[in-house]
């Protein structure tokens, strides 16, 4: 089964950082874009950034909200997607789910099954 | 505020059809057939429902279906049934290389 599984969420103090981690399975890692969408409590989706392919152009892309304090990355040898956050908000408490972009595609599937992230003193 | 404009509620009772709307501008919904749908059940991830417009994967019931007019991107489920109700979230690749969402539509089956 082609699967997504986020981890490394957490309680960390505001000004702190975080670092979560997406491990993908059963299918060519390396093919995919990977994706970062958030949800915080009771409220919509929040695309927080993407990850092509090494070697294309432009690799990263952010959402405003996260611009210069998040990175993601990834390591195909590991089949993992990697998200820095850095000067963490109270705002920023939310589920992270990280997505495989489609081929060809502007749709997401899966979706992990995601990871709680509070900010919080 | 979020990027593309969902109602914040639909209802419908089994059998009936509902439509929720989408509407973006010429930067995103407009521009690209890249409009997705996403189904969320309380405490589940999002699943994809109808991707680039109005290809629906498979899997995913044939009740549901996809479209766009100009700005504004559409999803229909036909024949509504108990296990339709949830929250539904538009998405759209924007000119910005960026993605949106919209703000979800909360689908209640009477």
């Known amino acids: 089964e082609v699967q997504l599984v986020e981890s490394g969420g957490g309680l960390v103090q505001p000004g702190g950082s975080l670092k979560l981690s997406c491990v993908a399975s059963?299918?060519?890692?390396?093919?995919?874009?990977i994706h970062w969408v958030r949800q915080a409590p009771g409220r919509g989706l929040e695309w927080v950034g993407r990850i092509r392919r090494i070697g294309d152009t432009n690799a990263t892309g952010y959402g405003e909200s996260v611009k210069g304090r998040f990175t993601i990355s990834r390591d195909d040898s590991k089949n993992t997607a990697y998200l820095q956050m850095n000067s963490l908000k109270t705002e920023d408490t939310a589920v992270y789910y990280c997505l495989r972009q489609l081929l060809g595609s502007a749709g997401f599937d899966p979706w992990g099954q995601g990871t709680l992230v509070t900010v919080s003193s | 505020q979020s990027a593309l404009t969902q109602p914040a509620s639909v209802s419908g009772s089994p059998g009936q059809s509902i439509t929720i709307s989408c509407t973006g501008t010429s930067s995103d919904v407009g521009a690209y057939d890249y409009v997705s749908w996403y189904q969320q059940h309380p405490g589940e991830a999002p699943k994809v429902m109808i991707y680039?417009?109005?290809i629906r994967p498979s899997g995913v019931s044939g009740r549901f279906s996809g479209s766009k007019s100009g700005n504004t991107a559409s999803l229909t489920i036909s024949g509504l049934q108990a296990e339709d109700e949830g929250d539904y979230y538009c998405s759209s690749h924007t000119s910005t290389k960026a993605w949106a969402f919209g703000g979800g539509t909360k689908l209640t089956v009477l």
């Open positions: 680039d417009v109005n």
């Open positions: 059963e299918f060519v890692f390396s093919d995919f874009p």
